[in-house]
């Protein structure tokens, strides 16, 4: 019963470095998003997914790539890190619809950009 | 722009006190409401969604509420535990598109 599953669970990176954080999820669902989560700042999303092929931007997006090839994974991609990035990054994902909208989480990645 | 309160920032409680954590929201226009709970160093696990049409939810010790028109939901955490204690969060879906909008979260500590 593995749900949603990030890697790695912790990361360091030099300043304009580029890396990819992985989610896979295997229940199926349409909807994966990612979001970083800040002290003060809440979670904020960054790019999210409604299906395979179908990307968007959320709230803070500079910085970040996503694409979604297949219904199971949606990797995140740092394009070139930058300490403002240093941050805990979360993957979530629903089955979607007005009324399946419950959101499952990854147990994040931890990302320190130096 | 939707936006979502939670006060206090934390709370400290004896063990056996039943608390009621807040959470109020600024756009009454919102598909579902859910609680998290988010120990230290740890992802978010799900505790109860709340539809729309619905007014509260419940699982076990939790019980969930939520009044759309005065834009406030509350989680109540009946005789609480020092495993109780952890980051609470409310979030709102807002569309079909199952965004997610978080408060701030509310730190609870439950002292033995």
């Known amino acids: 019963n593995a749900g949603v599953t990030q890697t790695p669970k912790f990361q360091v990176l030099k300043t304009g470095q580029s890396m990819t954080l992985q989610c896979a999820q295997d229940m199926n669902h349409e909807y994966m998003s990612w979001y970083r989560q800040d002290p003060g700042m809440g979670l904020r999303l960054i790019h999210y997914?409604?299906?395979?092929?179908?990307?968007d931007q959320g709230e803070v997006p500079n910085g970040y790539n996503v694409s979604r090839s297949t219904t199971e994974d949606f990797p995140l991609r740092l394009l070139s890190a930058a300490p403002s990035q240093t941050s805990v990054y979360f993957c979530?994902?629903?089955?979607?619809?007005?009324?399946?909208?419950?959101?499952?989480f990854g147990q994040g990645t931890r990302l320190t950009v130096v | 722009k939707q936006e979502v309160t939670q006060i206090p920032a934390a709370l400290s409680v004896p063990e056996g006190e039943n608390l009621v954590l807040n959470c109020s929201f600024t756009d009454s226009a919102i598909y579902n409401l859910q609680w998290f709970r988010q120990d230290p160093g740890k992802g978010l696990t799900s505790l109860l969604l709340i539809q729309s049409s619905q007014r509260e939810q419940t699982s076990g010790r939790l019980n969930a509420s939520l009044d759309k028109s005065s834009g406030r939901s509350t989680l109540y955490i009946a005789a609480s535990q020092p495993g109780d204690s952890a980051t609470y969060l409310c979030?709102?879906?807002?569309?079909?598109?199952?965004?997610?909008?978080f408060g701030k979260g509310i730190t609870l500590s439950v002292r033995p």
């Open positions: 979530a994902s629903s089955r979607g619809g007005s009324r399946n909208t419950e959101a499952f």
């Open positions: 997914s409604v299906g395979a092929g179908i990307t």
């Open positions: 979030a709102l879906i807002t569309g079909a598109n199952s965004k997610l909008t």
